[in-house]
């Protein structure tokens, strides 16, 4: 009786570890910086800082973004702040982690400045939500992948 208690213990231990083993994996998504290829059609709102005592200013855009599955995004679009618009194109860097969310750093011209925002892979890589991290923005956006995974390109 006790060999059976002991061949049950051991069995129910290898289960065990085998289990907490492919747990980190089960829960891993898998994403890369080759999750993000392809031209996504984003769009932007929210509101931009001026220097106090003015209010922020309202702001609106919405961008082709193409990224190169290798960490670099290119963008082209249109912009408004406070109604004012104009044509913007934008260059720059991302990093996806393997839990899909992601950063991305982009040089916006004309103007000259650099963009941060933190965003979310969603809907099988066909989706981001992104976020402007940049302090005194409050901006959103959501990007949707112009031909959806399982679709080409060409």
């Known amino acids: 009786m006790k060999r059976i208690t002991i061949a049950q213990a051991f069995t ?17 998504k898998g994403c890369s910086n080759a999750t993000l290829k392809g031209t996504f059609a984003e769009k932007d709102t929210g509101f931009i800082p001026n220097p106090p005592p003015a ?6 855009g919405v961008n082709l973004d193409t990224f190169d599955g290798k960490g670099t ?17 934008e260059i720059g860097t991302y990093t996806v982690n393997p839990d899909c969310t ?12 650099t963009a941060h925002a933190f965003f979310v892979i969603d809907d099988g890589g066909n989706e981001l939500q ?7 923005n409050v901006i959103t956006c959501i990007a949707r992948k112009q031909l959806p995974v399982g679709r080409s390109e060409e």
């Open 73 to 89: 995004i290119t963008a082209i679009g249109f912009a408004t702040v406070d109604g004012n618009g104009a044509p913007q194109t």
């Open 102 to 113: 992601g950063t991305y750093e982009v040089q916006i011209s004309p103007g000259g400045f």
């Open 55 to 60: 209010n922020p200013s309202l702001f609106a």
């Open 130 to 136: 992104i976020i402007v991290t940049d302090p005194g």
């Open 12 to 28: 129910i231990a290898a289960i065990t570890l085998l289990a907490l083993g492919l747990a980190p994996t089960a829960n891993a």
